[in-house]
């Protein structure tokens, strides 16, 4: 069955038009990464403008061809869910802790210690919902998917290539513009591990075209190049959670290409590289990277990135402390947390140290979400992971080798980096990259039309071979 409906009142297809949604669900990629990870509630509002401006052109296209296009793949559904839990967190139930007489009104309590935040986040929330149901209806051909898939690469590689010359010139500021005061940037980002997980992501997506997209080897130097300029930039942000996504996305590639293999080993068709050759091509690659940013001077953000150097008694800078404090608040709130982002304010109460800082995430996103939304929103995060990777291997598995399947291999491995990530930081906190890391979500479990058709025709000559044979 068809995971788009078409909900159609003339019998047409409306599959044909939606182009321009894609050409907005780019936009507002390339908006949110250049102004500063859209972390500032100005970048917000102007996102939240394209996504509306999204929903018209959706409306536009239902009118114009009396039908609905819209995406039933479940994976949007933990989502959905998540959402329904932060509603329930900011709902008034009375019982406040405010001591009578202060206030001249009773004062509403709710689940949520920071109602405030949970608001702000369910308003990313609903965004990132709009983005992602759009990316599913409508990348719904191979010329959408080169698309986007295009575009995050292209964009990926001269971000990396600028960000590089950034710090060579001003590395303490973004455009010369904007110095802040209590983090490092890099590139456009104002926190340099969070432009260390956008460049595993879009570098996933390159390497997947170039070793199981069998593409054509003249467009190997572009990508490959793009690539390499996105691995050196990750390096030099010094993250050592960038290394390991960096380090991530090539055994992923490697896994998953190797699935996709072992499913049609027994065909003609088996094209690309072999998953031993794309391991040692990979530790080439890092070495080459390595190389590359020691010849630059990089010695330092290089060493930062391991742990070794001085001043680096506390490998987890602080981040132990942290996650004890988060599973301390989650044992005290079990079932549905102290709220969504209001996990700053919960930790000045469990907190156990002198209380000099407030600290405002975890800096491990799946402990986080313990604290923040229970073990309910943890269910929420675990099945969406889950359905993400069983229908993004399912496309690997049942696609033929080409472009279509190294798209998927890429950016499935550019999800799973960040996803590794997000155990050491909070990279998908920065809208931008959760808009790019939905944006490869859909570019990994999407079903194109023609892919469907080529499934259920081998399907019927497997049955027909099989039934021959008897």
């Known amino acids: 069955m068809s995971e788009t409906a078409i909900i159609n009142s003339n019998g047409l297809p409306a599959a044909q ?47 114009s061809t009396r039908a609905l296009p819209i995406s039933l793949n479940v994976v949007q559904l933990p989502i959905i869910v998540l959402g329904i839990v932060g509603l329930i967190q900011i709902l008034p139930f009375g019982g406040s802790s405010v001591p009578a007489g202060v206030l001249d009104i009773p004062a509403a309590a709710s689940i949520s210690l920071d109602p405030y935040a949970t608001r702000f986040f369910l308003m990313r929330l609903f965004l990132f919902v709009i983005f992602f149901a759009a990316a599913l209806t409508f990348i719904n051909s191979m010329s959408r998917l080169r698309m986007i898939a295009i575009t995050l690469i292209a964009f990926g590689g001269l971000l990396a290539f600028y960000s590089i010359l950034q710090r060579v010139e001003d590395p303490g500021s973004i455009y010369g513009l904007r110095q802040p005061a209590q983090a490092i940037p890099f590139g456009t980002f104002i926190n340099r591990h969070h432009f260390a997980a956008l460049m595993e992501m879009t570098l996933g997506l390159s390497l997947g075209l170039v070793f199981a997209g069998d593409i054509k080897r003249n467009r190997w130097p572009f990508i490959g190049a793009a690539a390499v300029v996105m691995a050196i930039a990750i390096v030099l942000t010094g993250s ?27 065909r003609a068709e088996t094209g690309g590289f072999s998953p031993r050759l794309i391991l040692m091509a990979g530790a080439v690659f890092l070495i080459v990277t390595l190389g590359i940013v020691l010849f630059l001077g990089g ?21 132990i402390d942290f996650w004890r404090t988060a599973i301390k608040i989650f044992l005290a709130h079990p079932i549905i947390g102290v709220g969504l982002d209001a996990f700053g304010i ?7 140290s002198s209380g000099m800082f407030r600290v405002e995430q975890a800096h491990n996103d799946y402990l986080q979400t313990l604290a923040d939304a229970g073990v309910i929103g943890f269910a929420c995060i675990s099945a969406f992971i889950f359905l993400l990777m069983k229908k993004g291997t399912d496309v690997i598995r049942q696609t033929s080798p080409g472009f279509r399947r190294g798209a998927a291999v890429g950016a499935l491995a550019g999800c799973t980096a960040i996803l590794v990530h997000s155990f050491f930081d909070f990279p998908l906190r920065t809208p931008a990259n959760a808009f790019v890391f939905l944006a490869l979500a859909a570019v990994a479990i999407v079903r194109l039309p023609e892919e469907r058709s080529r499934h259920r025709r081998r399907i019927r000559s497997s049955a027909d071979a099989e039934i021959s044979e008897q």
């Open 17 to 63: 038009k939606g182009t321009g949604a894609v050409v907005i669900l780019c936009v507002i990629i390339v908006v949110s990464v250049l102004l500063y990870g859209a972390v500032d509630t100005g970048t917000l509002a102007l996102l939240a403008l394209l996504s509306f401006a999204l929903v018209g052109y959706w409306t536009w296209v239902s009118m």
């Open 240 to 266: 050592r959670g960038g290394v390991i996504g960096l380090v991530t996305s090539l055994v992923a590639i490697a896994v998953f290409t190797a699935y996709g293999r072992s499913e049609i080993r027994d």
């Open 299 to 319: 010695a330092d953000p290089l060493l930062r990135g391991t742990g070794i150097g001085p001043g680096s008694g506390d490998f987890t800078s602080g981040r």
């Open 346 to 352: 919960a930790y000045s109460t469990y907190d156990a």
